[in-house]
């Protein structure tokens, strides 16, 4: 079956504009910051992996080789941006040792290497907790609107079995699609 001219170029404008939704959307969903931070886990409990396992895509089942950071009584892992971000979530792969977590979000402050004591202070700008001791899947806990953080503590409160971290931030980032009239859309659809 042959479409019309007319049609052609409706059905064209149409996936355009559902493209160009489709890419918003995902845009305004954030992006994954924790590859950009500085990660490091304090030392007042003992864990036991390397935190390159928190970014490096293997969750089991899926990955047999899949590794863990593992924390016997609870510890806190730190992540610090050079820059002011306006935070999402944070999306944790937790293993077989499940137990509760907390996430505070701050402006300034330094957590030192113990985990115990913050110097300076800094302003907290949020505090989330996940209380569903989950085990052998993603969770993820929400910061509320317009939280803004350069560095996040996430506090295992028990013993706990991380395999991933994600945290996202909403992106100001320049979109890479280009602005067009519809002159230049009907050039291009012509051109076809």
């Not at 953080?149 to 971290?165: K, M, R, T, W």
Request: aromatic share 12%; proline share 4%; hydrophobic share 45%.
């Amino acid at each position: 079956m042959k479409l019309n001219p007319t049609l052609k170029f409706y059905h064209f404008v149409f996936l355009l504009v559902l493209s160009l939704l489709a890419y918003t959307l995902l845009a305004a969903m954030g992006r994954n910051v924790s590859p950009d931070a500085v990660t490091r886990a304090t030392v007042w409990n003992r864990y036991e992996g390397d935190l390159a396992f928190l970014g490096d895509g293997k969750v089991p089942p899926l990955d047999a080789d899949a590794e863990a950071l593992v924390w016997q009584g609870g510890g806190v892992l730190v992540f610090e941006w050079d820059e002011p971000l306006t935070l999402e979530k944070v999306r944790v792969y937790i293993g077989e040792i499940g137990n509760n977590y907390a996430v505070d979000a701050y402006l300034g402050g330094h957590l030192d290497e113990s985990g115990a004591i913050r110097e300076p202070e800094g302003v907290q700008t949020a505090h989330v907790e996940d209380n569903a001791r989950v085990v052998g899947q993603w969770t993820e806990v929400f910061f509320p609107e317009g939280t803004v953080a350069d560095n996040i503590e996430l506090l295992a409160l028990g013993s706990i079995a991380f395999f991933e971290v994600e945290i996202y931030a909403f992106s100001d980032d320049v979109t890479a699609v280009e602005a067009a009239g519809w002159g230049r859309i009907k050039r291009v659809h012509r051109s076809q």
